[in-house]
Nanobody, 112 residues
Framework: QVQLVESGGGLVQPGGSLRLSCAAS????????MRWFRQAPGKEREMVAW????????DYTSSVKDRFTISRDNVNNMIYLQMNSLKPEDTAVYYC?????WGQGTQVTVSS
């Protein structure tokens, strides 16, 4: 069955960096676009970044452009989200997604 398992979250100070990972299995990973979403307390889930199946095309929500980078490894069925210059408003649970499939999420907390 489809599995998406996120890792890499944690507590980081403002201005710091984190790299999230998502291990995918159970489907033809290299043919699927992938997304990172996040959900902050009391807010709706929002899409943060998208990457096309080959990795050549990406897109980001405006609040993270120039700070976050999505990438993928189609050999090892992984996607990544490199997050730099983190801000307190980036605090959220981050989820890996494709179509109707979601991971369990990984908590990112940006605080001094």
């Amino acid at each position: 069955q489809v599995q998406l398992v996120e890792s890499g979250g944690g507590l980081v100070q403002p201005g710091g960096s984190l790299r999230l990972s998502c291990a995918a299995s159970g489907f033809a990973f290299s043919t699927f676009g992938m997304r990172w979403f996040r959900q902050a307390p009391g807010k709706e889930r929002e899409m943060v970044a998208w990457i096309e199946s080959t990795g050549r095309n990406t897109d980001y929500t405006s609040s993270v452009k120039d700070r976050f980078t999505i990438s993928r490894d189609n050999v090892n069925n992984m996607i990544y989200l490199q997050m730099n210059s983190l801000k307190p408003e980036d605090t959220a649970v981050y989820y890996c997604n494709t179509y109707d499939y979601w991971g369990q999420g990984t908590q990112v907390t940006v605080s001094s």
